[in-house]
């Protein structure tokens, strides 16, 4: 059974840092996707970010290069290093898991979530 729990969201003020944590445990450590999302009010979730079982990494345009997504296999965990933050990074945080299709070179479908971290950034 896979769980999934995040950590470490709050609120900065633009351009601070923060720094997600997902504990993550019981899913296929020979193909998988672990991806950040986000949703904010009022508007749809999107993919943040994503890493796989080849470390491969995607990152969702406007936050490359101020995001880093990172894993630590010895203790389960998913991050995400967020700087330079703004107002529009505003959102409920969540890590989910998929499994990783190599054929297709896609993300199964997320069927396991966390319950979400809030992150607020002011100006």
């Known amino acids: 059974q896979v769980h999934l729990a995040e950590s470490g969201g709050g609120s900065v003020q633009s351009g601070g840092s923060l720094k997600l944590s997902c504990a993550a445990s019981?899913?296929?450590?020979?193909?998988?996707?672990l991806t950040w999302f986000r949703q904010a009010p009022g508007q749809e979730r999107e993919e943040v970010a994503r890493?796989?079982?080849?470390?491969?990494?995607r990152y969702k345009d406007s936050v490359q290069g101020r995001f880093t997504i990172a894993q630590d296999n010895a203790k389960n965990t998913l991050f995400l290093q967020m700087n330079s933050l703004k107002p529009e990074d505003t959102a409920m945080y969540y890590c989910a898991a998929a499994s990783w299709n190599l054929r297709r070179a896609t993300c199964g479908p997320y069927n396991d979530w966390g319950q979400g971290t809030q992150v607020t950034v002011s100006s």
């Open positions: 890493i796989n079982n080849f470390r491969t990494t």
């Open positions: 019981g899913y296929n450590r020979n193909s998988y996707c």
